[in-house]
């Protein structure tokens, strides 16, 4: 199994910065895409970026500008920095990637637990 663990969210004030990390642990031979999700209140989830594990990257439109993500190949890592927070960014963010167990293992779909991120005054 591979496990995705969350960190970095929490409340900040509309303007404001946040950098959510997460790490993968597990039973890995390999990491494919990474990405972030976000699922608001009342609304479906909804990627936020992507990144290969070369390093391209994959953003929502609107987003862009304003977050960036990351990796750290080597030490199992991605990282999403938002900046300019916004109130309409208030949701739980998910870490999410797709990676293969074993050489001869099917790439599979994992998710983190999820961190919230709260814009507020």
């Known amino acids: 199994q591979v496990q995705l663990v969350e960190s970095g969210g929490g409340l900040v004030q509309p303007g404001g910065s946040l950098r959510l990390s997460c790490a993968a642990s597990g039973s890995i031979f390999r990491i494919d895409d990474m990405g972030w999700y976000r699922q608001a209140p009342g609304k479906q989830r909804e990627l936020v970026a992507s990144?290969?594990?070369?390093?391209?990257?994959n953003f929502v439109d609107s987003l862009k500008g304003r977050f960036t993500i990351s990796r750290e190949n080597a030490k199992k890592m991605v990282y999403l920095q938002m900046n300019s927070l916004k109130p309409e960014d208030t949701a739980v963010y998910y870490c999410?990637?797709?990676?293969?167990?074993?050489?001869?293992?099917?790439?599979?779909?994992?998710w983190g637990q999820g961190t919230q991120v709260t814009v507020s005054s």
């Open positions: 999410n990637a797709k990676a293969e167990e074993g050489p001869f293992e099917r790439s599979r779909e994992y």
């Open positions: 990144i290969t594990s070369g390093g391209n990257t």
